[in-house]
């Protein structure tokens, strides 16, 4: 994952005024319907309220 959060950040990096409000990741997902229950969602679902 650390590869494809440097990348993310990098993409970001061209926009001067984005930044990120937080990382959530979600390993182990592989076929529809695994991530859900999974308490990354219920993260993924109260970061996004907060913003």
């Known amino acids: 994952m650390d590869g494809t959060i440097n ?3 990098a993409a ?3 926009y ?3 930044e990120v409000a937080g990382i959530i990741c979600g ?3 592989t076929d ?3 991530i859900r229950g999974r308490p ?3 993260a993924a679902y109260e970061m996004g ?3």
Request: net charge negative; glycine share 14%; aromatic share 4%.
């Open 16 to 18: 001067p005024d984005a």
């Open 49 to 51: 309220k907060s913003i």
């Open 40 to 42: 990354e969602m219920a």
């Open 32 to 34: 529809v319907g695994d």
């Open 7 to 9: 990348g993310f950040k």
């Open 27 to 29: 390993t182990g997902v």
């Open 12 to 14: 970001l990096s061209c």
